[in-house]
């Protein structure tokens, strides 16, 4: 079945460090890909997402590309902020039909002044 | 705008006692609506959604039921519950149910069973 694998966390950063944390997929097709971030208590946020092959997507600085070659869709910021610290959760889903959003199990981000 | 709301925020339940949690969502008509779990060090689990009133797909057999009574209002239940029911359940909406839609998620609820 259709699959997310993300890096095991958590992943500790100074400040102003770079952020890279790897979302692999497995898909019979050409899913939509999405990032979610959670902070502390809270909810899920939509932080960005990518529809088809090659699609970039950014928001607060956060990027992601959709490789289709690799399957990959790995989030990265160039400099963390303290305010940066959460869990983040890399999703797919499908784009035919209902197909309900898959999972990956995320990964925690410390940053630390 | 939109807004999804969920209460309790926090339970704290005892096995076998009834649970009741519901999600609100405000500023749309029809939305598709989904229960998720997210059990500690775990991802999240889709456990129910719907795509109307009355009308409930489950994903994953368990004791947890959903009613959706309205538009608007999603219910999720249990006449019993287990310690394996303790986690962080989330509501959300979405406008469409295809790939490309996004869906929406409200603030939780952070349920622990004793």
């Known amino acids: 079945g259709d699959s997310v694998t993300q890096m095991e966390g958590p992943v500790t950063l100074s400040e102003e460090a770079f952020l890279t944390i790897n979302c692999t997929y497995t898909?019979?097709?050409?899913?939509?890909l999405f990032w979610y971030v959670q902070y502390p208590g809270e909810g899920l946020q939509l932080l960005l997402k990518a529809t088809k092959a090659d699609d970039k997507g950014s928001n607060k600085g956060f990027e992601a590309t959709y490789r289709k070659e690799t399957t990959s869709f790995h989030l990265e910021k160039g400099s963390v902020q303290v305010s940066d610290s959460a869990v983040y959760f890399c999703?797919?889903?499908?784009?035919?039909?209902?197909?309900?959003?898959?999972f990956g199990t995320g990964t925690r981000l410390l940053v630390s002044p | 705008s939109q807004t999804i709301h969920q209460w309790p925020a926090t339970l704290v339940q005892p096995v076998g006692s009834p649970l009741s949690l519901e999600c609100t969502v405000e500023?749309?008509?029809?939305?598709?609506l989904y229960w998720y779990r997210q059990a500690a060090g775990r991802g999240l689990q889709l456990l129910f959604y719907s795509v109307g009133i009355g009308q409930i797909s489950s994903e994953v057999p368990q004791n947890l039921s959903a009613s959706r009574p309205q538009d608007r209002q999603f219910i999720l239940s249990s006449k019993k519950l287990l310690l394996s029911d303790s986690g962080f359940y989330l509501c959300?909406?979405?406008?469409?149910?295809?790939?490309?839609?996004?869906?929406?998620f409200g603030p939780g609820t952070r349920l622990t069973v004793l």
């Open positions: 959300a909406w979405s406008r469409e149910v295809s790939g490309t839609d996004t869906q929406y």
């Open positions: 898909a019979t097709g050409y899913p939509s």
């Open positions: 500023g749309t008509s029809n939305p598709n």
């Open positions: 999703a797919l889903r499908m784009n035919t039909g209902f197909q309900k959003l898959v």
